[in-house]
């Protein structure tokens, strides 16, 4: 799943998309016709194109402009690509850039889990400094232990976090000199470029109704006189964001945090 995925389940929520076959397709000029647009394409300058790649990829283009049978694209389809299908909507209400802007706010604080497994563990150290990518938001702290000719990350239920600081206390002799430790912990997944790939934790219906909410509080913000059911439809997304809320999600697909013993200077 990317963000062009993502961007085309909003559309498709939002406003519509129309599905058209594709008769021919001239990359010299990034020109695509088709039969059935014929005197429709004055609706889709500025609009946006989807097409699915061989390898199940879907991808999104900019209409640059429209007329007659023809669209005019703003880069090219994939080299060595047959492209048979095309999806389309249309620039109003919302364009391509609008839509990425949408999700990519709910994106920037959605919450994912994060690992990490750069420390390792010293039996005369107890306190390590966290690595930059890592959050105070920790859920689970794990150590690579060798028993019975096996390896495996046994979870570690002696530790805290003070000031950037993780510290490990309970037997050092538990585990070997520099055995991995790995953590866990949440992290905003941050925004994502058009074609870039999403998290498979992301939960797509959240983001197509935060989404859409995000559009519609965008257009009261910039064009409330537009369109004046804009009000109605951002509440209609708000009664959406609440039914999340009551279902946990998406705090519910996070890593619950271990249970960790007291440990007393």
């Known amino acids: 799943m990317n963000l062009a995925e993502l961007a085309l389940d909003l559309a498709e929520y939002a406003q519509g998309v129309e599905e058209y076959p594709v008769t021919t397709y001239n990359p010299a000029t990034l020109s695509i016709t088709s039969a059935s647009l014929s005197g429709r394409t004055g609706e889709y ?8 790649d061989s390898n199940g990829v879907i991808n999104a283009r900019t209409i640059k402009s429209a007329s007659g049978s023809s669209l005019t694209i703003d880069s090219p389809f994939p080299l060595g690509e047959t492209i048979n299908t095309i999806l389309i909507t249309p620039s109003m209400d919302f364009d391509l850039p609008a839509l990425e802007s949408a999700i990519n706010t709910v994106l920037t604080v959605y919450p994912i889990m994060g690992y990490d497994e750069s420390l390792q563990f010293h039996r005369d150290v107890h306190t390590y400094d966290l690595p930059d990518q890592v959050t105070n938001d920790i859920r689970r702290v794990e150590i690579l232990r060798h028993a019975y000719n096996c390896q495996y990350y046994e979870i570690s239920y ?18 070997e000199e520099l055995a991995p430790i790995r953590i866990s ?25 935060m989404g859409y ?15 004046p059911i804009a009000m109605d439809l951002f ?21 619950k945090r271990d249970m960790t013993i007291p440990y007393w200077e």
């Not at 300058?45 to 699915?52: A, M, R, S, Y």
């Not at 002696?158 to 585990?175: A, E, Q, T, V």
């Not at 797509?204 to 109704?209: H, L, P």
């Open 45 to 52: 300058g500025g609009g946006t194109l989807w097409f699915v």
């Open 185 to 209: 912990f949440v992290k905003p997944h941050g925004r994502r470029s058009i074609h870039e790939e999403i998290d498979p934790s992301v939960n797509k219906e959240y983001i197509r109704y």
């Open 235 to 255: 509440n209609e997304s708000k009664n959406y964001e609440q039914q999340f809320f009551n279902r946990h999600i998406p705090e519910v697909y996070l890593l």
């Open 158 to 175: 002696y530790w805290k976090i003070d000031n950037r600081k993780l510290i490990i206390y309970g037997s050092p002799y538990r585990y």
């Open 213 to 227: 909410m995000n559009l519609y509080r965008n257009q009261i913000q910039k064009r409330h006189k537009d369109n």
